[in-house]
Each structure stands twice: as C-alpha cells, then as structure tokens.
C-alpha cells in the first residue's frame, strides 16, 4: 500500500466513549501533522510531529491526545467529545517539516 | 481573523475555457504558497507551489501567479471536467524558518467544469 491512509474512513461515537483514529504513511516521510475541516471552515492545523517530537500543538483541548510512536504511525486519541467536534479529520505527512504536505483521505467523525 | 482568504465560494466554466481561482492573504510573514485540489471523500491533494520571490510558476495545464500584493490566482488552461474539485490556497511562513510546516489554508473554492 502507498501514500498516505487513515482508518477508519467514518466514525460514530458518544460523548462518553474513546475512540482512537490512526493514520499511517508509506512515504518514508519525518514529519506527520493532524488537520481538522469543520462544515464550510478552512482547514485547521491540530499537531506536528517531527521525527516522532510533537512540535507544534495549535491550542487543541486536552480531549484530543496525539501520539507518535514512529515516522511512519500517528494516532489521534479522542475521549468525552462533544458534539462540535464532529468533522473531518485529516492526517498529512512531508518528508521533513516545511516541505510539501501529502494528505490521507481522512476520518469523517460525528459524535452524539 | 482569517489570514488566507478565497472569497469566491464557487467557480462555474465550460470546458476548454480558462478557469481562474483567487487568493488573498494578510500575514505579510507568509513566504510560500501551496494550491491543493481535493475530490468528495478523498484527501487534499498537492497540485503547485510558488515561493514569495517568484511571479509565476507553470506545470502543465496549472499557473499560480504571483504578481499582485498578497494576491495569488492559480490559472487552469484547458479547464477539463475532471478538473471539478474543490481547490484550496494554503499559505507557510517557512522556508527555513521555525514554523515547522504550519500551513494555513483557504476555505475553497468548488470549480466545476462543464462539458
């Protein structure tokens, strides 16, 4: 398999539950970032991970919690969201920070 | 406040005609500009580039210029029907600086091209 994928492609959950969404490149890239797009919003960058350190968190609340356990593996740990955070979740990957961003085809998240 | 702004919603064009997306941004710090083509329920894919010191830059059917203030407009000439898609302007303050590959993105512009 190649690029970029994510899974799963569409999740439903409550407020309640935890949900973990993973993402996994096949570029040999360094640097992996988590994006979200809300309903007509642009999107929003969430963390950047370079060579497995987060290196930027943009103001994300504490609900969401990335992880980075390689170059090639970025997960995004959800726990009691709330309804707002329905969205899509795009994970994207450069071969270092800086350079041209290739991106999965997303999570599409809708919480109750 | 939105730093990447691309104020037209949706594009509409026949086919072979030229197709013309605007953005404009406000950070004076940006320094390189992406356009990102994205189909319903796929990922954003990159289409072209251009650094803040060059005017123009052409691969194929694709320009993106860059020739007016905090102006960019990506040119698509023949505009086809599988060009249909929503295009996104994103915009980096990078470039061998610290920001680590933040890119701030446009909210789209849905081209649709008709046969």
């Known amino acids: 398999e190649t690029g970029v994928t994510q899974t799963p492609r569409h999740l439903v959950m409550g407020m309640t539950n935890k949900k973990s969404l993973k993402c996994e490149q096949h570029?040999?890239?360094?640097?992996m970032y988590w994006y979200k797009q809300s309903a007509k919003k642009p999107l929003e960058l969430m963390f950047v991970?370079?060579?497995?350190?987060?290196?930027e968190n943009n103001s994300v609340p504490s609900r969401f919690s990335p992880e980075c356990p390689n170059s090639s593996h970025l997960f995004l740990h959800l726990h009691t969201l709330q309804p707002e955070d329905s969205a899509l979740y795009l994970c994207?990957?450069?071969?270092?920070?800086?350079?041209?961003?290739?991106f999965g085809p997303g999570t599409r998240l809708l919480v109750l | 406040d939105q730093q990447v702004k691309q104020n037209s919603p949706s594009l509409s064009v026949q086919e072979g005609r030229i197709s013309i997306l605007n953005c404009d941004y406000t950070?004076?710090?940006?320094?390189?500009f992406l356009w990102y083509k994205k189909y319903p329920a796929e990922g954003p894919t990159f289409l072209i580039s251009?650094?803040?010191?060059k005017d123009k830059n052409e691969d194929g059917r694709f320009t993106v210029l860059n020739k007016s203030a905090k102006h960019l407009s990506l040119h698509i000439v023949p505009s086809q029907p599988g060009d249909s898609a929503v295009y996104f302007c994103?915009?980096?303050?990078?470039?061998?600086?610290?920001?680590?590959?933040?890119?701030?993105f446009g909210q789209g512009t849905i081209l649709t091209v008709h046969p």
């Open positions: 994207a990957s450069s071969l270092f920070s800086g350079e041209t961003q290739y």
């Open positions: 570029l040999g890239h360094n640097a």
């Open positions: 991970y370079n060579f497995k350190e987060q290196t």
């Open positions: 950070n004076s710090m940006f320094d390189y």
């Open positions: 251009i650094s803040s010191i």
């Open positions: 994103a915009a980096s303050e990078d470039a061998g600086g610290t920001s680590y590959g933040k890119l701030t």
